[in-house]
Each structure stands twice: as C-alpha cells, then as structure tokens.
C-alpha cells in the first residue's frame, strides 16, 4: 500500500492549517471579485458585501501560525465564516 501521505489529502492534511486558510481565503477573494448578488438581510449593499468579503479573505490569505497577529485575524475570520455561512452564494 502506498503511503497515504503522499495523496493529494494526505499532502493538503501535513499542514491543514495553511490548506485551508489558504484554499476558503482565495474562494472569498473570489466572490469579492465576482459576486452578483447578496443577501440584503446582512449587508445594505452589494459593496458592503464585496467589501466585508475582501476583508475576510485576505485575512485568510495572509494566514502565519508565526505571526500572531495573523493568526488572531484568520481565526476570526474563520468563526465570520462559520457564523454567515449560509449567506455565501451567488
């Protein structure tokens, strides 16, 4: 058997930290960039929501378990994730 390890989830598993603040990061960039619509319940504008969207995915993307201020925004940036999840759609 080969070593699980070396399978892409294996490789993106040694260091899923980085994996995925780096992968949901680049797919809020994404929407920041691209979104059509928003969910007005949360946000009073298109670019509010591009904007907070932004905010959030490059808190991802700048994502350092060295740097400690890093941490603490992709942490929270994380839990904003977590807490509007179902409004991140197009």
Partial sequence: MSNPWQTPIGQDCISLDSTLCSWLGERLLFLSEH????????????????????????ALKDYDPDNVGA????????????????????
């Fill in 71 to 90: 941490m603490v925004a992709a942490r929270a940036a994380v839990r904003w994730t977590a807490t509007y999840l179902e409004t991140l759609w197009d």
């Fill in 35 to 58: 979104a059509n619509s928003w969910n007005p319940t949360y946000w009073d504008t298109m670019e509010d929501y591009k904007k907070t969207l932004y905010l959030q995915g490059m």
